[in-house]
């Protein structure tokens, strides 16, 4: 089946820094994926849509600047956290689908800002 | 707007009990819908979506368009249902799909 890959699994870094989520699509093309956030308890909301080699389309509220989103190949996404805070901890989720397909979740990454 | 509704945070059955969990939905168009199962440690997973109208594990759900809900079904609980369910819906316009996920209902199967 189709399998999508997130990485890391967990990140703890100081406040300030910049963090590089990665997501890839292994077996197959994600001409769309997806960004979302799971606060403790809460459902996912999504943070963004991208298409491959477009810019992503952020929802209300999400700053660009802060989360910048990369769609660069047809099975690679990033998520680049910038100068993170404390609250931009959180679960962070990325999805992949092929064209007429379901999504394809990542494990999460797991964000803690010191 | 697109929005989803899943009224109940939990729900608990008996093993061998039938199980129904709500899913309702507002959107003007032709929405997508599915349902997405997270076990216990666990990522998400598809469990079904309404085009294939397939029974996944024993699950069905049907989409009501007059009634808005896509609500998930099993005639018998087992305890391996014990998860996490999310109903989605999925739109697309020009190109742009936007997923709205429900608050998840967590199914408890009582042995």
């Known amino acids: 089946g189709a399998v999508v890959s997130q990485h890391p699994s967990r990140v703890i870094c100081k406040s300030g820094t910049s963090v590089k989520i990665e997501c890839r699509s292994l077996d197959f093309q994600a001409t769309t994926m997806f960004w979302y956030r799971q606060f403790p308890k809460q459902s996912l909301m999504l943070m963004a849509t991208?298409?491959?080699?477009?810019?992503?389309?952020?929802e209300q509220g999400v700053e660009k600047d802060k989360f910048l989103i990369n769609h660069a190949s047809l099975t690679l996404s990033t998520l680049t956290v910038t100068s993170a805070h404390p609250e931009d901890s959180s679960f962070y989720i990325c999805?992949?689908?092929?064209?007429?397909?379901?999504?394809?979740f990542g494990d999460g990454t797991r964000l803690s800002i010191l | 707007a697109q929005r989803v509704t899943q009224p109940e945070k939990l729900l608990s059955v008996f093993k061998g009990a039938p199980v129904e969990l709500k899913c309702n939905y507002s959107?003007?168009?032709?929405?997508?819908l599915f349902w997405y199962v997270q076990y216990s440690r666990q990522r998400l997973q598809l469990l079904l979506r309404?085009?294939s109208r397939e029974s996944i594990k024993g699950f069905t759900a049907d989409l009501n368009k007059g009634e808005t809900s896509f609500h998930l079904k099993k005639p018998f609980a087992q305890e391996e249902d014990s998860a996490m369910y999310y109903c989605a819906l999925t739109s697309d316009s020009g190109g742009y799909q936007k997923v709205t996920f429900g608050t998840g209902t967590k199914l408890q199967v009582i042995p």
């Open positions: 959107y003007s168009g032709s929405p997508e």
């Open positions: 999805s992949a689908r092929a064209p007429n397909q379901p999504q394809h």
């Open positions: 991208s298409n491959e080699g477009s810019k992503a389309t952020y």
């Open positions: 309404h085009i």
